[in-house]
C-alpha cells in the first residue's frame, strides 16, 4: 500500500506576518534536535515585528518552525512523543503576545536517491522520499535538509484540512 506525506508549511501567500528579532541571541538553532533540545530552555520569548494588520498563521516557518497552540493539540494527537518547547511571540509595538510552540520532532533520514539537492546537499530542489523509511511514521522532520522540512501522512493531513487552520499549506510529496 503506497502512503501518502504532504509537507507541512507555511501559506507563502501569508506574506503580512510577525517578523522575529534577535533569534540568536535568544536560541542556539543547532539544539533544535530530539538529542540536543534538553539544551533549550523550556520557554523561548521572543520579540516580533509587525503591522497592525499582521496575521499569525498557524504555522510560521520563514525563521523558527513555529506552530500555533492550536495546531499544537493536534500534533500531539498524532506524534505524542514530539518536543515542544513554548514560544510566546511579543509585540512590543501594538502591545500583543502570540501563542507559539518550537515542535521538535522525530528526525527520519527519507531521502530517495531521486530526490536533487542544490549546493552542499542540505538544500532540496526536487523532494522525493523513500516509504520504506517513513513506515509506520505520522509527523517527521526530514533530517537530510537544511532547514526545517516537516512532513506529514495523509491522515494528518485530512485531519488538518478539517479543523479550517489559517495560513497553512500541505504540499504533496512523492514516495517511492
Known amino acids: 500500500m503506497m502512503k501518502e506525506y504532504f509537507v507541512l508549511k507555511q501559506d507563502e501567500r501569508e ?18 534536535h530530539w538529542t540536543s533540545a534538553h539544551k533549550l530552555a523550556e520557554m523561548i520569548v521572543m520579540q516580533v515585528r ?10 510560521l516557518d520563514g525563521q523558527l518552525y ?17 518536543i515542544f518547547k513554548q514560544t510566546p511571540l511579543i ?10 510552540f518550537l ?14 539537492r542544490v549546493g552542499d546537499g542540505s538544500v532540496i ?12 511514521k505520522r509527523i517527521v522532520r526530514i533530517k537530510e535538509s537544511g532547514k526545517p522540512l516537516i512532513v506529514v501522512r495523509l491522515d494528518v493531513a485530512e485531519s488538518i484540512l478539517r479543523r479550517d487552520f489559517a495560513g497553512v499549506r500541505l504540499e504533496r510529496v512523492q514516495v517511492e
Do not use: M
Open 91 to 100: 509585540d512590543l509595538k501594538y502591545r500583543r503576545q502570540h501563542h507559539y
Open 66 to 82: 513555529l506552530i500555533s497552540d492550536r495546531l499544537k493539540r493536534l500534533v500531539e494527537l498524532y506524534a505524542p512523543d514530539t
Open 103 to 116: 515542535p521538535i520532532f522525530e528526525e527520519v533520514e527519507a531521502l530517495s536517491s531521486h530526490s536533487e
Open 50 to 59: 509587525a503591522n497592525q494588520e499582521s496575521t499569525c498563521p498557524d504555522v
Open 15 to 32: 506574506t503580512d506576518v510577525p517578523v522575529l528579532v534577535d533569534i540568536r541571541r535568544q536560541i542556539d538553532v543547532r539544539d533544535i
Open 125 to 136: 530542489r526536487k523532494l522525493v522520499l523513500n516509504g520504506e523509511l517513513l513506515s509506520g
